[in-house]
């Protein structure tokens, strides 16, 4: 038991590691998870200063946070494409474009759930 238990810290610690490598790439490479991050803290800011249920907090909040990892699946879309080849290809647009495409539709729900947040 004692094994399993440490091949499970182990593995938790390497997935941690992993994933903070892959968000400093994105926030090295990628302009857009740069600016989507921005928005977020501002979003996180306000709806810890505005006169909100928890309810409604954790909503704007989760929701910017998915916002981030639709941004973060784009981008290793966008580097995969890219690595199988750099020449243009109707299919390769098709996988950037439907990348692109779940960024907007995540930023439009957090949008929606703002907007119903403030006029209640």
Partial sequence: MKD???YTAKRLVLRT???MEGLRYAW??????RTWVWANLISA???LVLD????????????GLL???????????EDAVD?????EHPLAKTA??????????????AGVAWLFVLIG
């Fill in 96 to 109: 950037k474009d439907a990348g692109s495409a779940a960024v907007t539709v995540t930023a439009l729900a």
């Fill in 4 to 6: 399993k238990a440490t």
């Fill in 67 to 77: 916002v981030l990892a639709a941004e973060l699946l784009n981008t290793a879309i």
């Fill in 52 to 63: 909100l249920t928890a309810g409604e907090r954790g909503l704007v909040i989760a929701l």
């Fill in 45 to 47: 800011c306000l709806a």
């Fill in 28 to 33: 090295r490479s990628e302009h857009s998870f």
């Fill in 83 to 87: 690595y199988i080849s750099e020449r």
């Fill in 17 to 19: 590691v992993w994933s």
